[in-house]
């Protein structure tokens, strides 16, 4: 299936974020979740919601077994495909629906590819271990390997019935990297397109074997220079400096303050194979989603 409900799109050469999204979509709470979200970011940034559902072989091979039951629910499945991208249309948003079959992962990086993509969107799924929450394996290998943006919905974030919040308060999770990157400008765009306060968050964690070697004053004249060029841009900006486990002081931060959104760089501790584990403690226990960018933040 490849329901679109426009006949072309092109991506423009804009200074806009989220121009091009895309949505892993399953029917379940927190799919539903990232779809509103995406919904969201398209009215604001007058993006293209492409979204895709994607059989595994295994489902797609129970189904192809269980002989005349196939049929009846591959027909819902396309009835239901068909619905999502009516009322997407209903609401202005141009869109694209897609039906796959193959690895989850592989489908989701070849669409991202092909169409574009600035932003993906999808829930988290994966268990929680005994020291800590684990994502996964569909959602790590995204943020490991997507060469774009990828917000994240957890437990804490699911929607339900209510309302997608307004975004007034971004937490920036940074490693303070000595050259601006990628996240830096994002958040500079997205804070000043939503009217949204930043606060500029750096944990120190002296457990690990990759220990911020500053001091902690060179620590904290990073982030007021980090901070002062987020002023400068005319976002309302303030820093923390924090010490402790990495995962844990970001969601206690991001519920003190009531964040609406964290962001990671993907390198978030630079060469740390801890910095997955940091993003999916974030994940797992935070009331709002998070959106990790490609290089450091």
């Given at each position: 299936m490849s329901q679109s409900s426009v006949v072309s799109f092109t991506k423009e050469a804009t200074s806009l974020l989220f121009q091009n999204i895309l949505v892993a979509y399953d029917f379940s709470e927190t799919s539903e979740t990232a779809l509103r979200h995406a919904v969201t970011f398209a009215r604001k940034f007058g993006g293209f919601v492409n979204v895709v559902s994607v059989q595994s072989g295994a489902e797609y091979a129970a189904e192809m077994d269980s002989g005349a039951g196939r049929g009846e629910s591959h027909r819902q499945l396309m009835e239901d495909l068909q619905r999502l991208a009516e009322r997407l249309t209903a609401q202005g948003i141009r869109n694209r629906v897609v039906y796959r079959t193959g690895a989850v992962a592989d489908v989701l990086v070849q669409l991202?590819?092909?169409?574009?993509?600035?932003?993906?969107?999808?829930?988290?799924?994966?268990?929680?271990?005994?020291?800590?929450?684990?994502?996964?394996?569909?959602?790590?290998?995204?943020?490991?390997?997507?060469?774009?943006?990828?917000?994240?919905?957890?437990?804490?974030?699911?929607?339900?019935?209510?309302?997608?919040p307004p975004m007034r308060m971004l937490l920036y999770a940074s490693s303070l990297p000595k050259e601006p990157g990628t996240a830096e400008q994002l958040v500079t765009t997205l804070a000043k397109e939503m009217s949204a306060k930043v606060e500029v968050v750096h944990v120190v964690d002296n457990r690990t074997r990759f220990r911020d070697i500053r001091s902690e004053e060179e620590m904290k004249l990073a982030e007021e220079v980090l901070a002062g060029g987020l002023r400068r841009a005319g976002v309302q900006t303030g820093w923390r400096l924090l010490s402790g486990s990495q995962g844990q002081r970001i969601v206690e931060r991001s519920t003190e303050i009531h964040a609406d959104l964290i962001i990671f760089g993907l390198e978030h501790v630079p060469g740390s194979p801890d910095a997955v584990g940091t993003i999916s403690m974030a994940i797992w226990q935070a009331p709002c989603p998070v959106l990790t960018v490609p290089g450091p933040a």
């Open positions: 991202a590819t092909e169409y574009k993509v600035d932003l993906m969107l999808l829930g988290a799924y994966g268990q929680r271990g005994m020291d800590r929450p684990r994502l996964g394996s569909t959602a790590e290998y995204m943020l490991r390997c997507m060469p774009c943006a990828v917000l994240t919905i957890g437990p804490g974030a699911v929607l339900h019935d209510l309302d997608v």
